[in-house]
T-cell receptor, first 113, second 107 residues
Framework: SQTIHQWPATLVQPVGSPLSLECTVE??????LYWYRQAAGRGLQLLFY??????ISSEVPQNLSASRPQDRQFILSSKKLLLSDSGFYLC????????????FGSGTRLTVV | GQSLEQPSEVTAVEGAIVQINCTYQ??????LSWYQQHDGGAPTFLSY????GLEETGRFSSFLSRSDSYGYLLLQELQMKDSASYFC????????FGKGTRLHILP
């Protein structure tokens, strides 16, 4: 069966520090991969998505970037965090890309102080 | 662009039925899906409608009318564990989520 791993679960980082969040999927090949962010009590904002290795589409201009160095690995990064980067970051994967059956990781709660 | 509208909050009584509506605007349509998210947790997939009509999965049903750009999630025999946020979503290679409906259940 397919599983998705996301870590760390919580993170407290100072303003101006770098960020690296990692997500891996097991049990499938060539998944579509996604990074979403959710502010407290708000909806899910799509940040990046990838349909293949090295293929990254950015949805929101910001100081975040994403990379997909391997088929089932998706990384979210920042060189210098801002206070506004705080939130709940969620990685997800899908097989079809149609919105049917997106599976989310357990999420990383990031607090920038 | 794509946008979705759903009520921010809904309150219902345990054992009752509740309907959460969703209207959408999208340049291309590949189906309407629904997700549940408990506080502090990740969203989990509930249902998907690609064609008009009603899809039933246990206590949950989802309806779609493509001509009206409208759908709803119906929850029957409400239980306290159904207290959560519910999101509708549309899209193809990427999906866009509504802002979510917080469901409060009263005993």
């Amino acid at each position: 069966s397919q599983t998705i791993h996301q870590w760390p679960a919580t993170l407290v980082q100072p303003v101006g520090s770098p960020l690296s969040l990692e997500c891996t999927v097991e049990g499938t090949s060539n998944p579509n991969l996604y990074w979403y962010r959710q502010a407290a009590g708000r909806g899910l904002q799509l940040l990046f998505y990838s349909v293949g290795i090295g293929q990254i589409s950015s949805e929101v201009p910001q100081n975040l970037s994403a990379s997909r160095p391997q088929d089932r690995q998706f990384i979210l990064s920042s060189k210098k965090l801002l206070l506004s980067d705080s939130g709940f970051y969620l990685c997800a994967w899908s097989a079809t890309g149609t919105g049917y059956g997106y599976t989310f990781g357990s999420g990383t709660r990031l607090t920038v102080v | 662009g794509q946008s979705l509208e759903q009520p921010s909050e809904v309150t219902a009584v345990e054992g009752a039925i509740v309907q959460i509506n969703c209207t959408y605007q999208t340049s291309g349509f590949y189906g309407l899906s629904w997700y549940q998210q408990h506080d502090g947790g990740a969203p989990t997939f509930l249902s998907y409608n690609a064609l008009d009509g009603l899809e039933e999965t246990g206590r949950f049903s989802s309806f779609l009318s493509r001509s009206d750009s409208y759908g709803y999630l119906l929850l029957q025999e409400l239980q306290m564990k159904d207290s959560a946020s519910y999101f509708c979503a549309v899209g193809d290679d990427k999906i866009i989520f509504g802002k979510g409906t917080r469901l409060h259940i009263l005993p």
